[in-house]
């Protein structure tokens, strides 16, 4: 379905053309006095200067054109030479018809779906799941779920940060703690124990642990490096105890993951293409790309039109040893072999906004992609605390994810039940699904690239821009609903009628900008869009449920009129839900 500014705008721009004027001049937009009109067109007054003529009298011309027009109820010609237009309700209710007969509400997909992978997650192994990875969670979810809907091709891949020197360190510290481990004989040919030497708990206290000594004691980290080496190279024990670590360390992501309600199709990790950087080194160096410098392997990656400094992409260090870019070049060449992508999305914390710069003309440079493949990096801000600043938890440490969703849910839950009988069962169900609304509403409200500030108290709150209020809102439709099938109505019964009141007027008007707005949300990569959308829709259907009394009115016409557009309001909210990762309840 064409977009509904298009449709007016075309009825604008045939008036132009009529009265003998340029049809560019009839773009209509929202007008921006919504006391006066509905939609403007400042067009006749672009037009005075090149028609030398008074804009008032173009635009007087045009709204005579205009006169029992189909789309306009009233276009009219107001000092100095703005044309307010009034839409017609009739027209409104074709459009509208054409949503509610339409599988997704007027939206047209993609003409040539891509094939898109989205690099988020990048959880690294070992390490605490933490608030920083809850971004990138959060928001590649979302722009999954939309560019799916647009009816692209997505692959999700976690791209767990399994291959680092996180691994030497823990490894080390394993190493201190029980050095009779069988994993550290190396004239050891056997197999190794199924069962891992360690728990998750005990695991996500050896990483601190060790990073901290290392950062104390040279010695140490000297140590650490040379295990991460021996890793790297299948020492056969140390690749053993990898395997282990990484088992006990993802089968706590999935189940951290799930309850964030995101999953990925792929769990690659940077060791996955390990075997694939000799060739790929090879490649570079062959095809005279990769120089040396310092003893390092590096690609130069700057440009003449540079205004700041772009550094070398390093491919090896001097001791051979692969790095981040490393992995991250041999996983795009792997990417292009076995998916040839279209494009390639990373959403990942926009302080690596440099490095992935460098990655991406490396891998431009290089030829790791072919010349219309897209590379794009959605760097997010932070997510700070009241105090603006990186947020922690209330003794100052690195706040883990599942103390993050817990405490949300409490707070949730005490809302929930205060001065009200409801079960624990039910309290409890409810809690956590206005308490996952909370906090990726909270996230995604936020245009990405910009910190905000966690509050848990306005997150949780049911009024304002919030999830628990768009969630509040739906229950509050779905609750007239069930009045109205209470009642006798048939909901498969209800038709769409034409608008009778103003705030139904606006409220249509709302909804009718969903086809645009989706079609932003993708191009730009910008879920906060549909946050927008939803807290403008809510904002419109609440008014309107204040003003009308919707299961009271004796005009059975209109009232199935009111239930039909409130369903079609459900469903478009319950749509957009699901596409920012959460979902509805049945009542708050
Ligand atoms: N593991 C990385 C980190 O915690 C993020 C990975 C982002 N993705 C990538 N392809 N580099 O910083």
Redesign the pocket.
């Known amino acids: 379905m064409k977009k509904i500014l298009e449709l007016i705008s075309q009825e604008m721009q045939g008036a132009f053309t009529k009265a003998g004027y340029d049809a560019g001049l009839g773009r209509v937009t929202l007008s921006n006095r919504p006391d006066l009109c509905e939609y403007q067109c400042n067009g006749a007054m672009a037009g005075a200067k090149q028609y030398k003529k008074a804009p008032l009298s173009i635009a007087s011309e045009v709204a005579d054109q205009l006169k029992g027009s189909k789309v306009f109820l009233s276009v009219e010609a107001v000092a100095p030479g703005f044309l307010n237009c009034k839409v017609n309700p009739a027209f409104l209710k074709d459009y509208l018809q054409g949503m509610w007969d339409s599988e997704k509400f007027g939206l047209e997909e993609a003409k040539i779906p891509q094939t898109i992978i989205l690099?988020y997650g990048?959880?690294?192994v070992a390490k605490p799941l933490h608030v920083?990875?809850l971004r990138s969670a959060i928001i590649g979810e979302s722009v999954k779920r939309i560019s799916r809907y647009m009816g692209h091709k997505v692959i999700g891949d976690i791209?767990l940060?399994d291959w680092g020197l996180q691994m030497g360190l823990i490894i080390t510290e394993l190493k201190e703690r029980q050095p009779e481990l069988i994993y550290f004989d190396e004239t050891y040919t056997g197999d190794y124990p199924a069962n891992p030497p360690f728990t998750i708990g005990e695991l996500e206290e050896i990483y601190p642990t060790a990073s901290g000594k290392s950062k104390e004691d040279a010695a140490y980290k000297e140590k650490a490096m040379e295990a991460t080496f021996k890793l790297q190279n299948g020492v056969p024990g140390y690749r053993a105890l990898w395997q282990h670590i990484l088992n006990v360390s993802v089968a706590d992501l999935k189940k951290n993951y799930a309850n964030l309600k995101v999953d990925f199709d792929l769990w690659k990790g940077e060791s996955d293409v390990h075997d694939r950087i000799p060739a790929m080194v090879e490649y570079m160096k062959n095809g005279g790309y990769a120089h040396l410098s310092e003893g390092a392997l590096v690609v130069d990656v700057k440009e003449e039109t540079d205004t700041k400094e772009i550094p070398p992409c390093m491919i090896l260090k001097s001791d051979g040893a692969s790095l981040?870019n490393t992995t991250?070049l041999a996983?795009i060449m792997e990417r292009m072999e076995e998916i040839q992508p279209d494009t390639m999305i990373?959403i990942?914390?926009k302080r690596?906004d440099l490095y992935f710069e460098q990655v991406f003309r490396c891998a431009r440079k290089t030829k790791l992609v072919n010349e219309d493949t897209r590379l794009f990096f959605l760097g997010f801000g932070t997510m700070n605390g009241k105090d603006g600043k990186p947020f922690k938890t209330r003794e100052g440490g690195v706040m883990r994810l599942e103390s993050l969703l817990k405490e949300i849910n409490e707070e949730m839950y005490k809302k929930i039940t205060e001065n009200r009988e409801i079960s624990e069962e039910e309290a409890r169900d409810t809690a956590s699904k206005v308490a996952l609304a909370a906090l990726k509403y909270g996230d995604l409200s936020n245009q990405a690239s910009k910190d905000y500030i966690f509050d848990l108290e306005r997150f949780t709150s049911s009024e304002g821009d919030t999830g628990p209020y768009i969630l509040y809102t739906m229950a509050r439709i779905k609750s007239i609903l069930r009045k109205y099938t209470e009642q006798g109505g048939d909901l498969n019964a209800v038709q769409l009628r034409e608008v009778s009141t103003d705030s139904e007027k606006s409220l249509v008007m709302e909804l009718a900008k969903f086809n645009t707005m989706m079609e932003a949300a993708f191009e730009e990569i910008a879920p906060h869009k549909v946050c927008a959308y939803i807290y403008d829709l809510s904002n419109a259907i609440n008014k309107f449920y204040h003003e009308t009394r919707i299961l009271d009115e004796t005009d059975e016409e209109k009232k199935t009129g009111w239930i039909a557009l409130l369903l079609l309001c459900l469903d478009i909210l319950e749509t957009c839900v699901d596409l920012l990762g959460f979902e509805s309840i049945e009542k708050m």
Do not use: A, K, R
Request: aromatic share 14%; hydrophobic share 5%; net charge negative.
């Open positions: 690099d990048g959880p690294n920083g990875h791209h940060g981040y991250d996983t990373y990942v914390d690596q």
